[in-house]
């Protein structure tokens, strides 16, 4: 019944190391996010895409890159990792009608940089 | 900028009590305000939506209450359980947007 998988619950990485967190959804859904979850902060969009291919910033892109070579996978990439990108990455996906239609959120990845 | 504000960050409630959560809004572009659900460990997952042309929408024990003239929308949660302890966002969208903005969320504790 999975929908919205991401590869790794739980992460530690090195300050300075490159850093990839994937997301792979099995619902043939156009649209595909990535949001960082912060205490008080809720949920912050990094990037999204709305096709293979193409992607857009969202309101905090700043040290994050994105990759969508295949519709069902969007990887998150940290290009040199820092403290202050210790937190919880949510993946989620929508389909062509866009978030009216709901999004189906992965479990997270925690990601603890040192 | 944040364009959703939710309020209380938490909340703690007794068994059979009523949960109420509020959001406000800026943008009056917005016109669509789902509320998300999300257990330890567990992604958010949609509760329940509401559009502004109506002003109030419940499904079981949940109720979103919508003023569009004072900006704001409300969940509200009867008979409140300790298996509605978890943490609530309200998000809020334009159109056929892709994307959605969500508030600060709010942790609900529901005491037995």
């Known amino acids: 019944d999975v929908k919205v998988t991401q590869s790794s619950r739980y992460l530690v990485k090195r300050t300075g190391e490159k850093v990839f967190l994937e997301c792979v959804q099995d619902?043939?859904?156009?649209?595909m996010f990535w949001y960082r979850q912060d205490p008080g902060l809720g949920l912050r969009l990094i990037y999204f895409?709305?096709?293979?291919?193409?992607?857009e910033k969202g309101d905090i892109p700043e040290g994050y890159s994105v990759s969508r070579e295949k519709k069902e996978r969007f990887s998150l990439i940290l290009e040199s990792a820092s403290t202050n990108q210790t937190s919880m990455y949510l993946c989620?996906?929508?389909?062509?009608?866009?978030?009216?239609?709901?999004?189906?959120f992965g479990s997270g990845t925690r990601l603890t940089v040192v | 900028q944040q364009q959703v504000k939710q309020s209380p960050q938490s909340l703690i409630v007794q068994k059979g009590g009523i949960s109420i959560i509020n959001c406000a809004y800026e943008?009056?572009?917005?016109?669509?305000f789902p509320w998300y659900q999300q257990f330890p460990g567990k992604g958010p997952a949609l509760l329940i939506a509401?559009?502004?042309?109506?002003s109030e929408k419940k499904e079981g024990r949940f109720t979103i209450s919508f003023n569009k003239s004072a900006k704001q929308f409300s969940l509200h949660i009867m008979d409140s359980q300790p298996g509605d302890s978890a943490t609530y966002f309200c998000?809020?969208?334009?159109?056929?947007?892709?994307?959605?903005?969500f508030g600060s969320g709010t942790q609900l504790t529901v005491l037995p």
């Open positions: 989620a996906s929508s389909s062509i009608g866009g978030a009216n239609y709901g999004y189906t």
């Open positions: 619902m043939d859904h156009e649209n």
């Open positions: 895409s709305y096709d293979v291919k193409m992607k």
């Open positions: 943008n009056t572009a917005f016109d669509y």
């Open positions: 509401i559009r502004p042309d109506v």
């Open positions: 998000a809020a969208s334009i159109g056929s947007a892709r994307q959605l903005t």
